[in-house]
Structures are given as structure tokens and as C-alpha cells.
């Protein structure tokens, strides 16, 4: 067994991650950017990976799509500090723009994705989620094991090899791009409503939690 996945508990299998060389893109970010939050939540949030500000934070979901993701969450009336939110791939890659001035988003390579699922899998074996939420394409093919689309996926409640309800919708980022206000209004709103329509699956996953 893969020495990443003997952690006892989130703390030390955050104390390891900080630590990995599994693939390349540690050379080049500032750190490992773990997942937060509680150590039994019902809901996982993921993402595909950490960006500018998060990789100088060490925190997820700080930035422009954080913000957004945020509002998100209440509009679906989901505290934020009830999620636990994380990553596919916990470190930032990125390429210069060609001023140099700023670190332009790359998306990672499936070997770097594959890197990093050792520690996305033991967080999700520790803290046993009643549902996960994947927010884009990276994020949903690193939980469910298989590709998938937006347009076909999206809503619709899946399984993860976890036998974990799975619910796939946009990445925040994809809204923050949008130029039109009332698109991005328009799209903010589905977002928050395909959160809404996944926490509905925990009154089915009643109150008891694995033990």
C-alpha cells in the first residue's frame, strides 16, 4: 500500500502531503494546498485545483471562484464552515503570460491528476461524505474513475467507486469568465441550484454517519 494512504487522521495526512514530490508541479507552486474543513462533513466539494491566491494562501477556494462558490453556498443555504472543501490536484500549475507578470492557470495533465489521488482518496476514505459535489470535468473524472461531460452529467446523481451519491456541476471559474452580468447572474443561479438539488440526497442518506 502507497505509504500516502496510512494516515490516521486528516491533520497527518496533511502534515505528509505538504511534503510530496510525486509529480513535477511541486517544483514550480508555492505549496501543497490541502483541503479544509470538518473532519466529519456530510458534503465534499470538489475542485480541480488550487489557483494564484490559493497557492500564496495555503487555502481552498480563496479566490475569485472561492468568492463566488461562496455565494453559491448560501444562496443554497449551505454554510460554508459545514463543507469540507479540497482539490484534485493540490499544488498550482501554471505558466508565466508573456509579460511575466502574472501566473496564468494551466489544466493539469491526467499523470499529475493520478499523482495527486492518493491523497484525495484517503480524505475522502476518513472523512466518509454522505454526498460529493464535483465542480468541473477534472474534478468529476478524479472521483467517478471515468470521463464525463457537463451537458450529460450535470444533476443527475451518480456514484462514486466509493459508493459515495456523486453530483457533478461547472467550476465556479467557468461563471467568473463570463462577460455578461445576467449570464453570469444566470449561471450563478444553476450553480447554486445543483448544490441545492445535492444536499436533498442527504435526508434520503438519513442522520446516522459510518462509523
Known sequence: MDSRRLAPTLDALRRRAADCTACPLYKHATQTVFGEGPARARIVIVGEQPGHEEDLAGRPFVGPAGRLLDQALARAGVERRQVYITNAVKHFKWKADPGGKRRIHERPRQEEVEACHPWFEQELWLIRPSVVICLGVTAAAAVLRRRITI???????????????????????????IPDRGDREAELRRLAGDIRRATRSLSHAGTSRKK
Not at 161 to 175: C, E
Open 151 to 177: 451537458r450529460d452529467d450535470r444533476g443527475q446523481a451518480l456514484v462514486s467507486p466509493q459508493n459515495i451519491p456523486t453530483f457533478v456541476t461547472v467550476h465556479p471559474s467557468a461563471i467568473v469568465r
